[in-house]
């Protein structure tokens, strides 16, 4: 069934991949949200050119790539991709996690994540009173059990691209069955991921945690935006 899908923060690099990911298949209708509803707008229409240009063809016309302010995109939505920094969690989400219809799945990519001497760490880790993005996104929500922990280990760089094949598996955590259905159905939407579940939401840390461990192993080992696979 197509979806209604809105990305907070949408202008960045993930929401691009998003965007451009899911606009391939066409069979959904992406909604672009930002703090400010202009450069939603804008980067909507950029991203439609792009996604037109690159795989529009006839059904060009059918390509729905929107764009508005947070708030109005949360609203609307059946599905919402939080792909927001983790120091802006409490700032956002306040004011927009409320207001989101009850049947919404929230996905959270967000990875606490800081650079140190020592390499890449994870926040929660070094400091205890810091809480994972799962936790802290979910004590905003009314119904904290559709938020499903996904898309951490896959690079921007290789998502925004959809030249580039895809071969690695995308770790999910989840309480609700539908929602976490919802989104394995959207991994698997994007040509060449594999979406393996980890369990509830509360090991969402263990998927949250991939990331400084994969990008410490890219620096270390001199590699490109690695991702991960299991074999
Ligand atoms: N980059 C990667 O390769 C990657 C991989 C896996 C997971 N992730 C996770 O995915 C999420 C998005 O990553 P990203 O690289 O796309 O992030 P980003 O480019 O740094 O930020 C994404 C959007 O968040 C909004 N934003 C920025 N600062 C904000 C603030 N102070 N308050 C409210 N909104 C703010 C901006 O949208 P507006 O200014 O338009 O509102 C921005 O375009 C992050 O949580 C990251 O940890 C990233």
Redesign the pocket.
């Given at each position: 069934m197509p979806l209604k899908i809105g990305i907070?923060?949408?202008?960045?690099?993930?929401?691009?991949?998003f965007a451009l990911r899911w606009a391939a298949s066409n069979n959904n209708h992406i909604m672009i949200?930002?703090?400010?509803a202009t450069?939603?707008a804008e980067?909507a229409q950029l991203y439609k050119k792009e996604a037109e240009e690159l795989f529009g063809g006839d059904n060009s016309n059918n390509l729905r790539i929107t764009g508005g302010d947070?708030l109005t995109v949360a609203k609307e939505s059946d599905v919402l991709v939080?792909?927001?920094?983790?120091?802006?969690i409490d700032?956002?989400c306040p004011a927009i996690l409320p207001h989101i219809s009850d049947d919404c799945t929230v996905i959270?990519?967000?990875?606490?994540?800081t650079k140190t001497d020592a390499g890449f760490e994870f926040i929660p880790f070094m400091d205890k009173d810091k809480k994972t993005?799962h936790e802290m996104v979910a004590a905003h929500m009314n119904s904290p059990d559709k938020l499903v922990s996904a898309?951490?280990?896959?690079?921007?760089?290789k998502?925004v691209n959809p030249n580039i094949q895809l071969d690695y598996d995308i770790f999910v955590c989840g309480d609700d069955d539908g929602a976490v259905r919802t989104v394995t159905g959207l991994i698997t939407e994007i040509k060449g991921l594999r979406p393996i579940l980890l369990g509830s939401g509360r090991l969402a840390y263990m998927a949250e945690i991939a990331?400084p461990l994969l990008l410490n192993a890219m620096i270390k080992n001199k590699m490109r935006?690695p991702g991960i696979k299991l074999v």
């Open positions: 907070v923060g949408g202008t960045g690099g993930m929401g691009k991949g949200g930002s703090r400010d450069r939603a980067a947070n939080l792909s927001i920094p983790y120091q802006n700032a956002v959270s990519p967000i990875v606490p994540m993005s898309f951490h280990v896959i690079s921007e760089k998502l990331t935006n």
